[in-house]
Protein backbone atom coordinates (compact mmCIF):
# COMPACT_ATOMS: atom_id res chain seq x y z
CA UNK A 1 0.00 0.00 0.00
CA UNK A 2 0.99 3.37 -1.00
CA UNK A 3 1.19 6.11 2.20
CA UNK A 4 -1.36 7.76 0.67
CA UNK A 5 -3.81 5.09 1.27
CA UNK A 6 -5.58 3.62 4.18
CA UNK A 7 -5.71 -0.07 4.52
CA UNK A 8 -9.55 -1.47 4.62
CA UNK A 9 -9.53 -2.67 8.05
CA UNK A 10 -8.59 0.96 9.14
CA UNK A 11 -10.96 2.83 6.84
CA UNK A 12 -13.76 0.78 7.85
CA UNK A 13 -13.10 0.60 11.35
CA UNK A 14 -12.85 4.24 11.76
CA UNK A 15 -14.62 6.14 14.18
CA UNK A 16 -15.22 9.55 15.01
CA UNK A 17 -15.62 11.58 18.59
CA UNK A 18 -18.86 13.09 18.65
CA UNK A 19 -18.71 13.90 22.24
CA UNK A 20 -16.63 12.73 25.06
CA UNK A 21 -17.16 8.80 25.15
CA UNK A 22 -20.10 8.59 21.82
CA UNK A 23 -18.35 7.81 18.55
CA UNK A 24 -19.99 7.46 15.01
CA UNK A 25 -19.27 5.23 12.65
CA UNK A 26 -19.75 3.49 9.30
CA UNK A 27 -20.30 -0.24 9.31
CA UNK A 28 -19.18 -1.72 5.98
CA UNK A 29 -21.34 -4.83 4.43
CA UNK A 30 -17.66 -5.67 2.75
CA UNK A 31 -17.23 -7.66 6.09
CA UNK A 32 -20.32 -9.49 6.41
CA UNK A 33 -21.21 -12.93 5.74
CA UNK A 34 -24.66 -11.94 3.67
CA UNK A 35 -26.44 -9.77 5.66
CA UNK A 36 -24.43 -10.12 9.21
CA UNK A 37 -21.32 -8.53 9.84
CA UNK A 38 -18.59 -10.48 11.17
CA UNK A 39 -18.36 -10.08 14.89
CA UNK A 40 -14.81 -9.51 14.74
CA UNK A 41 -14.85 -7.02 12.62
CA UNK A 42 -17.50 -5.01 14.84
CA UNK A 43 -14.74 -5.30 17.69
CA UNK A 44 -12.34 -3.86 15.94
CA UNK A 45 -14.43 -0.79 15.57
CA UNK A 46 -15.45 -0.99 18.94
CA UNK A 47 -11.90 -1.54 20.30
CA UNK A 48 -10.86 1.49 18.32
CA UNK A 49 -13.57 3.45 20.04
CA UNK A 50 -12.04 2.46 23.49
CA UNK A 51 -8.62 2.84 22.56
CA UNK A 52 -9.33 6.47 22.04
CA UNK A 53 -11.58 6.72 24.89
CA UNK A 54 -8.74 5.22 27.45
CA UNK A 55 -5.60 6.36 28.39
CA UNK A 56 -4.08 3.21 27.58
CA UNK A 57 -4.01 2.41 23.60
CA UNK A 58 -3.62 -1.58 23.37
CA UNK A 59 -6.67 -3.70 23.98
CA UNK A 60 -5.21 -6.60 26.69
CA UNK A 61 -8.16 -8.11 28.02
CA UNK A 62 -12.17 -7.40 25.91
CA UNK A 63 -15.36 -9.33 25.88
CA UNK A 64 -18.15 -8.84 24.05
CA UNK A 65 -22.35 -9.48 24.22
CA UNK A 66 -23.51 -9.79 20.81
CA UNK A 67 -27.11 -8.79 21.80
CA UNK A 68 -28.86 -8.57 18.32
CA UNK A 69 -27.42 -8.61 14.39
CA UNK A 70 -25.55 -5.25 13.29
CA UNK A 71 -26.85 -4.02 10.22
CA UNK A 72 -24.01 -2.09 8.06
CA UNK A 73 -24.55 1.71 7.97
CA UNK A 74 -24.59 4.08 10.42
CA UNK A 75 -23.66 3.20 14.69
CA UNK A 76 -23.05 4.95 17.27
CA UNK A 77 -20.21 3.65 20.17
CA UNK A 78 -20.32 4.79 23.46
CA UNK A 79 -17.90 4.74 26.25
CA UNK A 80 -17.84 4.13 29.94
CA UNK A 81 -15.09 4.48 31.73
CA UNK A 82 -14.57 2.24 34.84
CA UNK A 83 -10.85 2.91 36.32
CA UNK A 84 -7.69 4.27 34.81
CA UNK A 85 -4.58 3.24 36.54
CA UNK A 86 -0.94 3.62 36.02
CA UNK A 87 -0.60 0.38 33.77
CA UNK A 88 -4.51 -0.48 33.02
CA UNK A 89 -7.31 1.43 32.44
CA UNK A 90 -10.92 -0.48 32.18
CA UNK A 91 -14.04 0.82 30.42
CA UNK A 92 -17.46 -0.24 28.68
CA UNK A 93 -18.99 0.73 25.42
CA UNK A 94 -22.35 -0.19 23.50
CA UNK A 95 -22.51 -0.28 19.74
CA UNK A 96 -25.94 1.25 19.00
CA UNK A 97 -28.09 1.66 15.95
CA UNK A 98 -31.40 3.07 14.83
CA UNK A 99 -33.45 0.60 13.78
CA UNK A 100 -36.25 1.05 10.75
CA UNK A 101 -38.40 2.21 13.47
CA UNK A 102 -36.41 5.23 14.36
CA UNK A 103 -35.82 3.38 18.08
CA UNK A 104 -32.04 3.20 19.16
CA UNK A 105 -31.26 -0.13 19.92
CA UNK A 106 -28.14 -1.39 21.60
CA UNK A 107 -26.22 -4.05 19.21
CA UNK A 108 -23.38 -4.75 21.52
CA UNK A 109 -22.11 -4.56 24.65
CA UNK A 110 -18.43 -4.73 25.54
CA UNK A 111 -15.89 -4.20 28.51
CA UNK A 112 -12.20 -3.90 28.63
CA UNK A 113 -8.84 -3.46 30.29
CA UNK A 114 -6.39 -1.96 28.17
CA UNK A 115 -2.82 -1.25 28.77
CA UNK A 116 0.41 -0.70 27.10
CA UNK A 117 1.63 -4.08 25.42
CA UNK A 118 5.21 -2.18 24.73
CA UNK A 119 5.59 -1.53 27.68
CA UNK A 120 5.28 -5.13 29.11
CA UNK A 121 8.64 -7.64 30.46
CA UNK A 122 10.24 -9.41 27.39
CA UNK A 123 9.99 -12.42 29.39
CA UNK A 124 8.54 -15.21 27.80
CA UNK A 125 7.63 -18.34 29.49
CA UNK A 126 5.34 -19.95 27.07
CA UNK A 127 4.77 -23.57 27.13
CA UNK A 128 2.07 -23.59 24.34
CA UNK A 129 3.12 -25.06 21.36
CA UNK A 130 2.60 -23.22 17.73
CA UNK A 131 -0.03 -25.60 16.01
CA UNK A 132 1.21 -28.09 13.25
CA UNK A 133 -0.15 -26.64 9.96
CA UNK A 134 1.74 -26.94 6.36
CA UNK A 135 3.92 -23.97 4.97
CA UNK A 136 1.67 -20.89 3.40
CA UNK A 137 2.99 -22.29 0.36
CA UNK A 138 1.46 -25.79 0.66
CA UNK A 139 -1.84 -24.21 2.40
CA UNK A 140 -4.92 -23.71 0.17
CA UNK A 141 -6.48 -20.00 -0.95
CA UNK A 142 -10.47 -19.70 -0.99
CA UNK A 143 -9.06 -18.46 -4.73
CA UNK A 144 -8.91 -22.20 -5.53
CA UNK A 145 -12.25 -22.58 -4.86
CA UNK A 146 -14.67 -24.43 -7.89
CA UNK A 147 -16.10 -21.12 -8.07
CA UNK A 148 -14.95 -18.10 -7.55
CA UNK A 149 -17.79 -16.53 -7.46
CA UNK A 150 -19.31 -18.11 -4.46
CA UNK A 151 -16.25 -16.65 -2.15
CA UNK A 152 -18.02 -14.58 0.03
CA UNK A 153 -17.43 -10.70 0.27
CA UNK A 154 -15.80 -11.09 3.94
CA UNK A 155 -13.15 -13.91 2.78
CA UNK A 156 -11.97 -11.29 -0.07
CA UNK A 157 -10.94 -9.22 2.80
CA UNK A 158 -7.74 -11.63 3.39
CA UNK A 159 -5.24 -13.27 1.90
CA UNK A 160 -5.82 -16.67 3.79
CA UNK A 161 -4.30 -19.39 3.33
CA UNK A 162 -5.98 -22.45 5.18
CA UNK A 163 -4.72 -26.17 6.07
CA UNK A 164 -5.90 -28.86 3.77
CA UNK A 165 -6.60 -30.74 6.73
CA UNK A 166 -9.51 -28.13 7.85
CA UNK A 167 -11.42 -27.29 4.73
CA UNK A 168 -13.39 -30.49 3.68
CA UNK A 169 -16.30 -28.87 4.73
CA UNK A 170 -16.08 -26.64 1.56
CA UNK A 171 -16.57 -29.78 -0.24
CA UNK A 172 -19.31 -31.45 1.64
CA UNK A 173 -16.93 -33.67 3.49
CA UNK A 174 -16.26 -32.57 6.91
CA UNK A 175 -13.76 -34.03 9.41
CA UNK A 176 -15.19 -33.88 12.63
CA UNK A 177 -12.45 -32.63 14.33
CA UNK A 178 -13.54 -29.27 15.58
CA UNK A 179 -10.46 -28.28 13.91
CA UNK A 180 -10.24 -24.68 11.84
CA UNK A 181 -6.59 -23.49 10.51
CA UNK A 182 -5.11 -21.09 8.43
CA UNK A 183 -2.41 -18.77 7.72
CA UNK A 184 -3.91 -15.10 7.56
CA UNK A 185 -2.91 -11.89 6.22
CA UNK A 186 -5.18 -8.67 5.10
CA UNK A 187 -5.36 -8.78 1.43
CA UNK A 188 -4.68 -5.73 0.81
CA UNK A 189 -1.27 -5.93 2.58
CA UNK A 190 -1.84 -4.23 6.38
CA UNK A 191 0.19 -6.16 8.95
CA UNK A 192 -1.46 -6.77 11.50
CA UNK A 193 -1.48 -5.24 14.93
CA UNK A 194 -3.25 -5.18 18.65
CA UNK A 195 -5.97 -3.75 17.24
CA UNK A 196 -6.52 -5.54 14.13
CA UNK A 197 -6.27 -9.44 16.42
CA UNK A 198 -9.61 -8.51 17.47
CA UNK A 199 -10.45 -9.62 14.20
CA UNK A 200 -8.25 -12.24 13.42
CA UNK A 201 -9.44 -14.26 16.21
CA UNK A 202 -13.27 -14.29 14.47
CA UNK A 203 -12.49 -14.22 10.83
CA UNK A 204 -12.37 -17.75 9.90
CA UNK A 205 -14.86 -20.22 9.19
CA UNK A 206 -16.78 -21.71 11.88
CA UNK A 207 -15.19 -24.65 13.61
CA UNK A 208 -18.61 -25.90 13.17
CA UNK A 209 -18.30 -26.38 9.54
CA UNK A 210 -15.61 -29.35 10.01
CA UNK A 211 -18.76 -31.10 12.87
CA UNK A 212 -20.57 -31.24 10.22
CA UNK A 213 -23.01 -28.15 10.97
CA UNK A 214 -23.80 -25.89 8.19
CA UNK A 215 -25.73 -22.70 8.53
CA UNK A 216 -25.28 -19.59 10.50
CA UNK A 217 -23.50 -20.09 13.33
CA UNK A 218 -24.21 -16.92 15.99
CA UNK A 219 -22.03 -15.92 18.64
CA UNK A 220 -23.27 -15.45 22.00
CA UNK A 221 -20.02 -13.70 23.32
CA UNK A 222 -16.30 -13.60 22.35
CA UNK A 223 -13.03 -12.56 24.68
CA UNK A 224 -10.15 -11.88 23.34
CA UNK A 225 -6.69 -11.45 25.33
CA UNK A 226 -3.99 -9.80 23.19
CA UNK A 227 -0.51 -10.59 24.87
CA UNK A 228 1.87 -8.96 22.26
CA UNK A 229 2.52 -6.73 19.39
CA UNK A 230 2.54 -8.91 16.31
CA UNK A 231 5.70 -9.11 14.53
CA UNK A 232 5.39 -8.69 10.97
CA UNK A 233 4.52 -11.20 8.25
CA UNK A 234 1.52 -13.96 8.09
CA UNK A 235 0.11 -15.09 11.46
CA UNK A 236 -1.19 -18.60 11.98
CA UNK A 237 -4.49 -18.79 13.59
CA UNK A 238 -5.78 -22.41 14.67
CA UNK A 239 -9.44 -22.83 16.21
CA UNK A 240 -10.58 -25.47 18.43
CA UNK A 241 -13.59 -26.36 19.70
CA UNK A 242 -14.14 -29.07 22.35
CA UNK A 243 -17.45 -28.87 24.03
CA UNK A 244 -20.35 -28.45 21.57
CA UNK A 245 -23.09 -29.40 23.97
CA UNK A 246 -26.62 -28.47 24.59
CA UNK A 247 -27.14 -26.31 21.33
CA UNK A 248 -24.04 -24.31 21.75
CA UNK A 249 -20.38 -24.68 21.34
CA UNK A 250 -16.88 -22.91 22.78
CA UNK A 251 -14.46 -21.82 20.08
CA UNK A 252 -10.70 -21.10 21.05
CA UNK A 253 -8.58 -19.17 19.01
CA UNK A 254 -4.84 -18.90 19.18
CA UNK A 255 -3.12 -16.45 16.72
CA UNK A 256 0.44 -16.98 16.38
CA UNK A 257 3.18 -14.37 14.86
CA UNK A 258 6.13 -15.17 12.52
CA UNK A 259 8.41 -15.56 15.64
CA UNK A 260 6.37 -18.06 17.24
CA UNK A 261 4.74 -15.91 19.46
CA UNK A 262 1.44 -16.62 20.72
CA UNK A 263 0.06 -12.77 20.52
CA UNK A 264 -3.77 -13.62 21.23
CA UNK A 265 -6.16 -15.80 22.43
CA UNK A 266 -9.61 -16.00 22.49
CA UNK A 267 -12.71 -18.18 23.35
CA UNK A 268 -16.57 -17.72 22.02
CA UNK A 269 -19.74 -19.03 23.27
CA UNK A 270 -22.01 -19.34 19.89
CA UNK A 271 -24.92 -20.72 19.45
CA UNK A 272 -24.77 -24.49 17.29
CA UNK A 273 -28.29 -24.72 14.78
CA UNK A 274 -29.91 -27.85 14.55
CA UNK B 1 -26.79 -29.71 56.63
CA UNK B 2 -30.36 -29.55 58.19
CA UNK B 3 -33.42 -27.93 56.08
CA UNK B 4 -33.02 -25.24 58.22
CA UNK B 5 -29.26 -24.36 57.63
CA UNK B 6 -28.11 -22.25 54.86
CA UNK B 7 -24.53 -22.86 53.29
CA UNK B 8 -22.04 -20.88 53.92
CA UNK B 9 -21.75 -19.70 49.70
CA UNK B 10 -25.19 -18.96 50.13
CA UNK B 11 -25.14 -16.16 52.97
CA UNK B 12 -21.97 -15.12 52.10
CA UNK B 13 -23.51 -13.96 48.48
CA UNK B 14 -27.02 -13.24 49.51
CA UNK B 15 -28.05 -10.08 48.04
CA UNK B 16 -30.68 -7.88 48.99
CA UNK B 17 -32.59 -5.41 46.74
CA UNK B 18 -32.50 -2.32 47.32
CA UNK B 19 -34.66 -0.86 44.80
CA UNK B 20 -34.55 -1.95 40.93
CA UNK B 21 -31.15 -2.72 39.81
CA UNK B 22 -29.57 -2.27 43.15
CA UNK B 23 -28.72 -4.69 45.66
CA UNK B 24 -26.74 -4.71 48.95
CA UNK B 25 -24.56 -7.74 49.95
CA UNK B 26 -22.45 -8.01 53.26
CA UNK B 27 -19.38 -9.74 52.18
CA UNK B 28 -17.51 -12.37 54.45
CA UNK B 29 -13.91 -12.58 54.77
CA UNK B 30 -13.85 -16.00 55.29
CA UNK B 31 -13.58 -16.39 51.81
CA UNK B 32 -10.29 -14.34 51.61
CA UNK B 33 -6.51 -15.05 51.39
CA UNK B 34 -5.33 -12.72 53.64
CA UNK B 35 -7.19 -9.60 52.82
CA UNK B 36 -8.15 -9.99 49.10
CA UNK B 37 -10.93 -11.68 48.74
CA UNK B 38 -11.16 -14.27 46.25
CA UNK B 39 -12.40 -13.42 42.76
CA UNK B 40 -14.49 -16.22 42.18
CA UNK B 41 -16.55 -15.82 45.34
CA UNK B 42 -17.17 -12.20 44.65
CA UNK B 43 -18.28 -13.13 40.88
CA UNK B 44 -20.83 -15.52 43.03
CA UNK B 45 -22.14 -12.30 44.87
CA UNK B 46 -22.45 -10.35 41.34
CA UNK B 47 -24.04 -13.21 39.97
CA UNK B 48 -26.57 -13.87 42.35
CA UNK B 49 -27.35 -10.24 41.99
CA UNK B 50 -27.58 -10.80 38.03
CA UNK B 51 -29.48 -13.75 38.39
CA UNK B 52 -32.64 -11.63 40.14
CA UNK B 53 -32.47 -8.24 37.76
CA UNK B 54 -32.49 -10.38 34.71
CA UNK B 55 -35.59 -12.64 33.40
CA UNK B 56 -33.40 -15.57 33.11
CA UNK B 57 -31.64 -17.54 36.12
CA UNK B 58 -28.31 -19.41 34.80
CA UNK B 59 -25.00 -17.52 33.66
CA UNK B 60 -24.41 -18.36 30.59
CA UNK B 61 -21.59 -17.00 30.23
CA UNK B 62 -19.96 -13.70 32.59
CA UNK B 63 -16.78 -11.63 32.32
CA UNK B 64 -15.25 -9.86 35.63
CA UNK B 65 -13.15 -6.88 35.38
CA UNK B 66 -11.12 -6.45 38.75
CA UNK B 67 -10.45 -2.92 38.98
CA UNK B 68 -9.64 -2.39 42.59
CA UNK B 69 -8.93 -5.20 45.85
CA UNK B 70 -12.39 -5.51 47.46
CA UNK B 71 -12.58 -5.17 51.02
CA UNK B 72 -14.63 -7.48 53.45
CA UNK B 73 -17.88 -5.91 54.57
CA UNK B 74 -20.72 -3.92 53.00
CA UNK B 75 -20.70 -3.37 49.39
CA UNK B 76 -23.52 -2.36 46.51
CA UNK B 77 -23.99 -4.22 43.35
CA UNK B 78 -26.27 -2.28 40.37
CA UNK B 79 -27.18 -3.79 37.08
CA UNK B 80 -28.27 -2.66 34.11
CA UNK B 81 -29.85 -4.91 31.44
CA UNK B 82 -28.74 -4.31 28.36
CA UNK B 83 -31.39 -6.74 26.53
CA UNK B 84 -33.70 -9.52 27.58
CA UNK B 85 -35.12 -12.15 24.93
CA UNK B 86 -36.58 -15.31 24.71
CA UNK B 87 -33.73 -17.91 25.43
CA UNK B 88 -31.35 -15.38 26.94
CA UNK B 89 -30.91 -12.12 28.58
CA UNK B 90 -27.78 -9.64 28.83
CA UNK B 91 -27.17 -7.31 31.53
CA UNK B 92 -23.53 -5.28 33.40
CA UNK B 93 -22.97 -4.96 36.88
CA UNK B 94 -20.84 -2.97 39.13
CA UNK B 95 -20.23 -3.79 42.65
CA UNK B 96 -18.78 -0.36 44.28
CA UNK B 97 -17.48 -0.14 48.37
CA UNK B 98 -17.41 3.21 50.25
CA UNK B 99 -13.98 3.55 51.11
CA UNK B 100 -12.44 5.73 53.99
CA UNK B 101 -12.91 8.53 52.77
CA UNK B 102 -16.61 7.86 52.38
CA UNK B 103 -16.26 7.71 48.85
CA UNK B 104 -17.84 5.43 46.01
CA UNK B 105 -15.37 3.25 44.25
CA UNK B 106 -15.76 0.65 41.73
CA UNK B 107 -14.70 -2.44 42.65
CA UNK B 108 -15.77 -5.03 39.67
CA UNK B 109 -17.48 -4.31 36.69
CA UNK B 110 -18.90 -7.31 35.12
CA UNK B 111 -20.93 -8.29 31.82
CA UNK B 112 -23.37 -11.56 31.51
CA UNK B 113 -25.31 -13.10 29.29
CA UNK B 114 -27.86 -15.36 31.22
CA UNK B 115 -30.29 -18.17 30.07
CA UNK B 116 -31.80 -21.31 31.56
CA UNK B 117 -29.83 -24.18 31.62
CA UNK B 118 -32.78 -26.35 32.31
CA UNK B 119 -34.10 -25.56 28.60
CA UNK B 120 -30.93 -26.86 26.63
CA UNK B 121 -31.17 -29.44 24.08
CA UNK B 122 -29.66 -32.53 25.62
CA UNK B 123 -27.18 -33.40 22.58
CA UNK B 124 -23.95 -33.97 24.04
CA UNK B 125 -20.65 -33.92 21.33
CA UNK B 126 -18.46 -33.02 23.84
CA UNK B 127 -14.65 -34.07 22.36
CA UNK B 128 -12.41 -32.87 25.54
CA UNK B 129 -11.38 -35.82 28.28
CA UNK B 130 -11.61 -35.04 31.84
CA UNK B 131 -8.64 -35.06 33.40
CA UNK B 132 -6.29 -37.29 34.28
CA UNK B 133 -6.21 -37.38 38.35
CA UNK B 134 -6.08 -40.16 41.31
CA UNK B 135 -9.45 -40.43 42.28
CA UNK B 136 -10.76 -38.51 45.58
CA UNK B 137 -9.07 -40.59 48.34
CA UNK B 138 -6.01 -40.87 46.80
CA UNK B 139 -5.84 -37.18 46.26
CA UNK B 140 -4.51 -34.89 48.69
CA UNK B 141 -6.26 -32.69 51.85
CA UNK B 142 -5.27 -29.54 53.14
CA UNK B 143 -5.94 -31.12 56.27
CA UNK B 144 -2.94 -33.28 55.42
CA UNK B 145 -0.40 -30.02 55.37
CA UNK B 146 2.47 -30.42 58.32
CA UNK B 147 0.67 -27.38 60.37
CA UNK B 148 -3.23 -27.01 59.88
CA UNK B 149 -2.71 -23.31 61.12
CA UNK B 150 -1.30 -22.49 58.04
CA UNK B 151 -4.39 -23.48 56.18
CA UNK B 152 -6.29 -19.83 54.81
CA UNK B 153 -9.46 -19.36 56.07
CA UNK B 154 -10.17 -19.47 52.31
CA UNK B 155 -9.45 -23.26 52.08
CA UNK B 156 -11.56 -24.13 55.18
CA UNK B 157 -14.73 -23.53 52.87
CA UNK B 158 -14.12 -26.36 50.60
CA UNK B 159 -13.36 -30.25 51.33
CA UNK B 160 -11.24 -30.31 48.41
CA UNK B 161 -8.36 -32.47 47.28
CA UNK B 162 -5.56 -32.06 45.05
CA UNK B 163 -3.66 -33.96 42.37
CA UNK B 164 -0.27 -34.77 44.10
CA UNK B 165 1.13 -34.15 40.75
CA UNK B 166 0.23 -30.56 40.93
CA UNK B 167 1.07 -29.27 45.07
CA UNK B 168 4.90 -29.47 44.78
CA UNK B 169 4.92 -26.01 45.71
CA UNK B 170 3.41 -26.71 48.72
CA UNK B 171 6.44 -28.19 49.94
CA UNK B 172 8.80 -26.05 47.51
CA UNK B 173 9.09 -28.39 44.65
CA UNK B 174 7.13 -26.84 42.06
CA UNK B 175 6.73 -28.66 38.88
CA UNK B 176 7.34 -26.31 36.39
CA UNK B 177 3.73 -27.81 34.68
CA UNK B 178 1.63 -24.81 35.20
CA UNK B 179 -0.68 -27.18 36.20
CA UNK B 180 -3.22 -27.66 39.07
CA UNK B 181 -5.74 -30.43 39.73
CA UNK B 182 -8.24 -30.94 42.66
CA UNK B 183 -11.55 -32.56 43.13
CA UNK B 184 -14.18 -29.71 44.57
CA UNK B 185 -16.22 -29.87 47.12
CA UNK B 186 -17.48 -27.57 49.91
CA UNK B 187 -16.81 -28.84 53.27
CA UNK B 188 -20.43 -27.88 54.71
CA UNK B 189 -22.24 -30.49 52.20
CA UNK B 190 -23.69 -28.08 49.59
CA UNK B 191 -23.99 -29.14 46.26
CA UNK B 192 -22.77 -27.59 43.66
CA UNK B 193 -24.74 -25.31 40.92
CA UNK B 194 -24.63 -23.10 37.77
CA UNK B 195 -24.10 -20.06 40.04
CA UNK B 196 -21.63 -21.92 42.61
CA UNK B 197 -19.50 -22.93 39.62
CA UNK B 198 -18.62 -19.29 39.58
CA UNK B 199 -16.62 -19.57 42.36
CA UNK B 200 -15.05 -22.95 41.25
CA UNK B 201 -13.01 -21.66 38.40
CA UNK B 202 -11.35 -19.53 40.96
CA UNK B 203 -10.73 -21.98 43.48
CA UNK B 204 -7.74 -23.44 43.53
CA UNK B 205 -4.56 -22.18 44.32
CA UNK B 206 -2.82 -20.39 41.08
CA UNK B 207 -1.20 -22.44 38.53
CA UNK B 208 1.88 -20.11 38.85
CA UNK B 209 2.76 -21.36 41.82
CA UNK B 210 3.02 -24.74 39.89
CA UNK B 211 5.59 -22.29 37.87
CA UNK B 212 7.79 -21.54 40.79
CA UNK B 213 5.59 -18.16 41.22
CA UNK B 214 5.56 -17.12 44.69
CA UNK B 215 3.29 -14.06 46.07
CA UNK B 216 -0.07 -12.79 44.93
CA UNK B 217 -1.77 -13.36 40.90
CA UNK B 218 -4.47 -10.93 41.02
CA UNK B 219 -6.62 -11.65 38.31
CA UNK B 220 -7.18 -9.01 35.74
CA UNK B 221 -10.29 -10.32 34.03
CA UNK B 222 -12.19 -13.89 34.45
CA UNK B 223 -14.99 -15.04 31.49
CA UNK B 224 -16.80 -18.59 32.78
CA UNK B 225 -18.71 -19.93 30.65
CA UNK B 226 -21.52 -22.39 32.34
CA UNK B 227 -22.58 -25.37 30.29
CA UNK B 228 -24.37 -27.30 32.51
CA UNK B 229 -26.03 -27.77 35.64
CA UNK B 230 -23.86 -29.98 37.39
CA UNK B 231 -24.64 -33.70 38.90
CA UNK B 232 -24.35 -33.87 42.32
CA UNK B 233 -21.12 -35.42 43.57
CA UNK B 234 -17.64 -33.95 44.17
CA UNK B 235 -16.21 -31.87 40.83
CA UNK B 236 -13.33 -32.62 39.31
CA UNK B 237 -11.33 -29.16 38.17
CA UNK B 238 -8.47 -28.83 35.88
CA UNK B 239 -6.31 -25.50 35.28
CA UNK B 240 -3.99 -24.91 32.94
CA UNK B 241 -1.73 -21.81 31.70
CA UNK B 242 0.23 -22.35 28.85
CA UNK B 243 1.28 -18.60 28.29
CA UNK B 244 2.79 -16.96 30.88
CA UNK B 245 4.73 -13.79 28.75
CA UNK B 246 5.30 -10.28 29.64
CA UNK B 247 4.39 -10.16 33.42
CA UNK B 248 1.48 -11.81 32.74
CA UNK B 249 -0.54 -15.20 32.31
CA UNK B 250 -4.05 -16.99 31.46
CA UNK B 251 -5.30 -19.59 33.37
CA UNK B 252 -8.04 -22.08 31.95
CA UNK B 253 -10.13 -24.25 34.43
CA UNK B 254 -12.29 -26.74 33.69
CA UNK B 255 -15.19 -28.09 35.42
CA UNK B 256 -16.11 -31.84 35.57
CA UNK B 257 -19.07 -33.60 36.97
CA UNK B 258 -19.63 -36.90 38.37
CA UNK B 259 -21.11 -38.27 35.08
CA UNK B 260 -17.93 -36.64 33.15
CA UNK B 261 -19.80 -34.00 31.49
CA UNK B 262 -17.62 -30.60 31.08
CA UNK B 263 -19.91 -28.12 33.21
CA UNK B 264 -17.89 -24.89 33.26
CA UNK B 265 -14.94 -23.54 31.27
CA UNK B 266 -13.40 -20.37 32.73
CA UNK B 267 -10.29 -18.14 31.15
CA UNK B 268 -8.56 -15.41 33.02
CA UNK B 269 -5.90 -13.07 32.74
CA UNK B 270 -3.93 -12.72 35.41
CA UNK B 271 -0.59 -10.31 36.68
CA UNK B 272 2.20 -12.70 37.51
CA UNK B 273 4.43 -11.02 40.10
CA UNK B 274 8.18 -10.70 39.11
Not at 4 to 32: H, K, M, N, Q
Not at 33 to 39: C, D, H, T, Y
Not at 46 to 53: F, M, N, T
Not at 199 to 209: I, K, M, N, R
Request: hydrophobic residues 40%; negative net charge; contains cysteine.
Amino acid sequence: MSDASISEFDRDTAVRRLSPGEYATDLSARWSFGQVLNGGYLLGAIGRALADALPHGDPFTISAHYLTATASGPAVIRTDTARTGRSLSTGSASLVQTDENGIEVERIRALATYGDLDSLTGEVRTTAKPPHMPSYEECVSTNDAPDPSLIPEFARRFAMRFDPATVGWAVGAPSGSGEMRAWFAFADGRESDPLSLLLTVDALPPTAFELGVTGWVPTVELTAHVRARPAPGPLRVALTTRNMAGGYLEEDAEVWDSTDRLVAQARQLARAPH
